[in-house]
Nanobody
Framework: QVQLVESGGGLVQPGGSLRLSCAFS????????MGWFRQAPGKEREGVSC????????YYADSVKGRFTISRDNAKNTIYLQMNSLKPEDTAVYYC??????????????????WGQGTQVTVSS
């Protein structure tokens, strides 16, 4: 059974940085497209970024483009989300997601079979 475990969330001041990690277990990681989503209170879960299984191509939502960087380390079965220049509107629970059935960039919630439990990111002074 695939398991995804996020870590790295916390409280940070506006303009600060955080790096989220998502540890994958239970299957062959390099076969999985991976993504980060977030959900703020009272809002729907939205896609932040994703990275493909095949060539490592990436996608970013317009709201985070230029500030966030997604990466994967297939040797460590882990993906990362480096978040710089954080804004109060980035405050949300961040979720890691993975899917081994599809190829390419998986940008939609429905693309993913497996989800982590989430990690809270709060941007506030």
């Amino acid at each position: 059974q695939v398991q995804l475990v996020e870590s790295g969330g916390g409280l940070v001041q506006p303009g600060g940085s955080l790096r989220l990690s998502c540890a994958f277990s239970g299957d062959t990681f390099r076969h999985y497209g991976m993504g980060w989503f977030r959900q703020a209170p009272g809002k729907e879960r939205e896609g932040v970024s994703c990275i493909s299984s095949s060539d490592g191509s990436t996608y970013y939502a317009d709201s985070v483009k230029g500030r966030f960087t997604i990466s994967r380390d297939n040797a460590k079965n882990t993906i990362y989300l480096q978040m710089n220049s954080l804004k109060p509107e980035d405050t949300a629970v961040y979720y890691c997601a993975g899917d081994g059935r599809r190829f390419g960039l998986l940008t939609r919630r429905d693309d993913y079979e497996y989800w982590g439990q989430g990690t809270q990111v709060t941007v506030s002074s």
